[in-house]
């Protein structure tokens, strides 16, 4: 999902220059930028907005058709039945986002280059003190919900006096 927010900071950095009034950047997710996007109509992808994945050839590196890419990208991640990805599309998709991330360090300029930033991300470990923190956490919401439902069915089991 982190990947998912570098993406988004790309949509973002390149609405900037062209709409006045940008949001701030943490009330803005991809489904919102690109919106704006495909709004403005500025950067047009080469086979029309709103394709499929099949509709996008490796030979189009529009900036509409990597907004495009970016979209697609985000609803398989945001829309996947699967928690998680087989390797093989893991791979393909990391190919993708990269190639995505290189021509917009050109084309977006920014101070810290989101392929430096990818990077991080993949080569990133998680350390087991993260992990512990996690599962904590997680326990702490299960205990949280359960509490609610004893008290909620308390409140239905006790009769009006």
């Known amino acids: 999902m982190i990947v998912l927010n570098i993406l988004a900071d790309v949509l973002y950095d390149l609405l900037r220059p062209d709409k006045p009034n940008v949001p701030p950047r943490n009330t803005c997710d991809i489904t919102y930028l690109y919106n704006e996007h495909r709004t403005l109509n500025k950067h047009i992808p080469t086979n029309r907005w709103g394709r499929s994945w099949q509709n996008i050839l490796r030979t189009d590196i529009a900036i ?19 928690f998680k990805l087989d390797e093989n599309r893991f ?22 280059l989101y392929t430096d930033h990818l990077n991080e991300v993949l080569t990133s470990k998680v350390s087991a003190e993260e992990v512990k ?9 299960k205990k949280s919900e359960l509490v609610i439902e004893v008290e909620i069915e308390h409140q239905l089991n006790v009769s009006p006096q």
């Open 64 to 82: 509409g058709d990597d907004i495009e890419r970016i979209r697609l990208t985000r609803n398989e991640l945001q829309h996947s039945k699967a």
């Open 91 to 112: 791979n393909e998709l990391c190919i993708i986002i990269l190639d995505i991330l290189k021509r917009f360090d050109q084309h977006n300029k920014p101070s810290k």
């Open 133 to 141: 923190v996690v599962q904590h956490h997680i326990e702490n919401e």
